[in-house]
């Protein structure tokens, strides 16, 4: 039976030893700051990125890996007969999964491609229970069922505090942008279905305190939480407040707490925050 290799992209929130552990195959996405091109892991961290940005001249431009990266990746995680399993984010942010599937059919590895419909640490859970499954002698059908299972049982909220990125990446108008500003809006969103969605809107943090306070009150009445993690933009008053709540609510779960990569915090601009978890 051939050995199946896990390839993911950066974006996947995993941590350090869970890349060993699992001997997981890292794909890094790029970032453009001011003209120079950094690569996520190899030129530059995450803990880096919020000031780069902050004192950019403009938003810095984020592309997915070449097709190239990929083609290496498979090539060499093939040569000794092993299949690939490749996880990327979700292509409503980003075209990665389609620069994956498009190295699958270049290279003579057996590759199977899978958007996870999420990414950051919400990725991070999926790649780490299919990695288990796989451990365990199941098959790639296998790690996806399980992939799958993870992300239905998955929650992702993300609270935005400013709009500015949002509207220099087009992805809201400027008019609409300024005008929020302006009142002070901020922004609660969920990822669901692989696309974005506004979960609630409303002036001042106060408006934001009170959503993640239905977010917690919702996860405490639901099934049983196995993993959590908080990823966020320089939102460390924000990041402080939230962990407390959850530790007095999960004391025995240990929360990961991570700046999210260049790629993500160049759509959510600073001060965002953003809690995943997953349950049984």
């Not at 950051?120 to 790690?143: C, L, N, R, T």
């Not at 935005?160 to 005008?179: E, P, T, W």
């Not at 939102?235 to 004391?251: F, H, I, Q, S, W």
């Not at 999210?260 to 995943?276: E, K, N």
């Amino acid at each position: 039976m051939s050995k199946i290799k896990i390839v993911c992209d950066s974006s996947a929130g995993l941590t350090d030893e869970e890349i060993k552990k699992y001997n997981i195959t890292i794909v890094p996405l790029s970032v453009m700051i001011d003209g120079t091109v950094y690569v996520e892991r190899e030129t530059i961290t995450n803990d880096q990125f919020p000031a780069m940005m902050k004192n950019a001249n403009s938003l810095p431009k984020t592309s997915q890996p070449p097709i190239g990266k990929f083609v290496d990746a498979f090539d060499k995680l093939g040569e000794d007969g092993s299949e690939v399993l490749c996880v990327t984010m979700m292509e409503s942010i980003s075209g990665t999964v389609h620069a994956a599937e498009q190295a699958a059919g270049m290279t003579k590895t057996k590759v199977t491609v899978y958007d996870s419909q999420t990414t950051d640490q919400g990725m991070a859970f999926q790649i780490v229970e299919a990695a288990k499954v796989i451990e365990d002698g199941g098959s790639v059908e296998d790690a996806i069922s399980k992939m799958k299972d993870v992300l239905a049982k998955s929650k992702l909220y993300l609270a935005i505090d400013n709009l500015d990125n949002l509207v220099a990446g087009g992805r809201i108008s400027k008019f609409a942008g300024a005008v929020s500003n302006l009142l002070n809006i901020k922004v609660m969103l969920q990822v669901y279905g692989g696309q974005i969605h506004i979960e609630a809107k409303g002036r001042g943090l106060k408006s934001i305190h009170k959503e993640w306070g239905k977010i917690l009150d919702e996860m405490a009445r639901g099934p049983k939480v196995k993993r959590i993690g908080i990823s966020h933009v320089d939102a460390g008053k924000e990041v402080d407040r939230l962990l407390a709540n959850l530790k007095e609510l999960y004391p025995n779960i240990n929360v990961v707490v991570r700046e999210t990569v260049p790629i993500i915090a160049t759509h959510t601009g600073m001060g965002a925050c953003c809690l995943l978890y997953y349950t049984e």
